[in-house]
């Protein structure tokens, strides 16, 4: 029996290792950790939110990125002749862009003028539904707010004054691309 002890001894001292000092901040992730004894059984649930959170300990930038959400547009018919998107300002501030340039590109595509009031609300010329407004905007989503490589909507959209082109440059992946500036075509005031 003491051979036995004597390698349980020796096991035990292999398992121990020097400790590093860890700062304050790993201390505290550390006390967050959840331990996991051996001999009892998990719900699939608590292992994988245990390990969502060792993901998000020593990865910080995989699990945070948040999903890009547009309350849809307000509609609202004027006159018989003008249509006014009230959250159009609530809606650029969520895709992070100019008003002057999605004014462009409604004006581009509905091939009518457009105008903004004092309040950032939108007033189209001509009488349009809600599912055609919010056809443009996924559209001008698609082609200006979403990065091609990692499909995030963190991009900024820059304009070269050398060149007259615009980029589209991610902030998550680093990449950038450019893309077509918006066509303006004939519409009558």
Same mark, same amino acid.
Request: some cysteine.
């Given at each position: 029996?003491?051979?036995?002890?004597?390698?349980?001894?020796?096991?035990?001292?292999?398992?121990?290792?020097?400790?590093?000092?860890?700062?304050?901040?790993?201390q505290?992730?550390?006390?967050?950790?959840?331990?996991?004894?051996e001999?009892?059984?998990?719900?699939?649930?608590?292992?994988?939110?245990?390990?969502?959170?060792?993901?998000?300990?020593?990865?910080?930038?995989?699990?945070?990125?948040?999903?890009?959400?547009?309350?849809?547009?307000? *509609? %609202?018919?004027? @006159?018989s002749? &003008?249509?006014?998107?009230?959250?159009? /300002?609530?809606? #650029?501030?969520?895709?992070?862009?100019?008003?002057?340039?999605?004014?462009?590109?409604?004006?581009?595509?509905?091939?009518?003028?457009?105008?903004?009031?004092?309040?950032?609300?939108?007033?189209i010329?001509?009488?349009?539904?809600?599912?055609?407004?919010?056809?443009?905007?996924?559209?001008?989503?698609?082609?200006? *707010? %979403?990065?091609? @490589?990692?499909? &995030?909507?963190?991009?900024?959209?820059? /304009?070269?004054? #050398?060149?007259?082109?615009?980029?589209?440059?991610?902030?998550?992946?680093?990449?950038?691309?450019?893309?077509?500036?918006?066509?303006?075509?004939?519409?009558?005031?």
């Open positions: 029996m003491s051979e036995d002890q004597d390698l349980e001894q020796f096991n035990l001292s292999l398992k121990k290792k020097k400790k590093k000092k860890l700062s304050k901040e790993e505290q992730d550390d006390i967050k950790d959840i331990k996991i004894e001999d009892q059984d998990y719900d699939y649930t608590f292992l994988l939110e245990r390990l969502y959170t060792q993901l998000r300990i020593n990865n910080p930038m995989i699990i945070n990125h948040k999903k890009l959400v547009i309350p849809p547009p307000s *509609v %609202i018919a004027l @006159s002749k &003008k249509t006014l998107l009230a959250n159009f /300002k609530e809606i #650029i501030r969520l895709i992070n862009r100019n008003i002057d340039h999605v004014q462009s590109f409604f004006i581009s595509e509905l091939n009518t003028n457009c105008n903004i009031d004092s309040l950032s609300r939108l007033i010329k001509g009488k349009y539904s809600q599912r055609q407004v919010e056809s443009i905007f996924k559209k001008y989503i698609e082609e200006y *707010v %979403i990065c091609d @490589s990692c499909r &995030k909507h963190h991009t900024i959209l820059l /304009k070269d004054q #050398i060149t007259r082109l615009y980029f589209l440059s991610c902030e998550s992946c680093k990449s950038s691309k450019s893309i077509q500036p918006i066509k303006n075509g004939f519409y009558k005031l």
